[in-house]
C-alpha cells in the first residue's frame, strides 16, 4: 500500500455519510477518542464531501501516541 502524503487524495468509509468517499489527506488536528484533549497537526484523511476525519496513516500513529502519552502524563496531579 501507498503511504500518503499531505495533497493525496484516497477511498475510505465515511461513518458520517453512510457511504465510500473521496477522501484529500491533510493536517489536522485530531482529537482523542474518549474527547479528552487531541494531537496537533497530525496528517488525517478527510471525507471530501462533509469534511469529517475518516482515515489516519500508519505515519501518524507515533504522533497520536506521543500526544496521548504528554496529555496523560501532564494530567496527573490536578
Known sequence: MKRP????????L?????QIVTT?????????SDRHGEAKDVLAGV??????????????????????KHKLTSGKGT
Open 5 to 12: 502524503f499531505e495533497g493525496d487524495h484516497g477511498r475510505a
Open 24 to 32: 484529500n489527506y491533510v493536517r489536522r488536528n485530531v482529537p482523542f
Open 14 to 18: 465515511c461513518e458520517h455519510c453512510q
Open 47 to 68: 471525507c471530501d464531501v462533509c469534511d469529517t476525519i475518516v482515515a489516519i496513516p500508519a505515519q501518524s500513529t507515533a504522533a497520536l501516541k506521543k500526544a496521548r
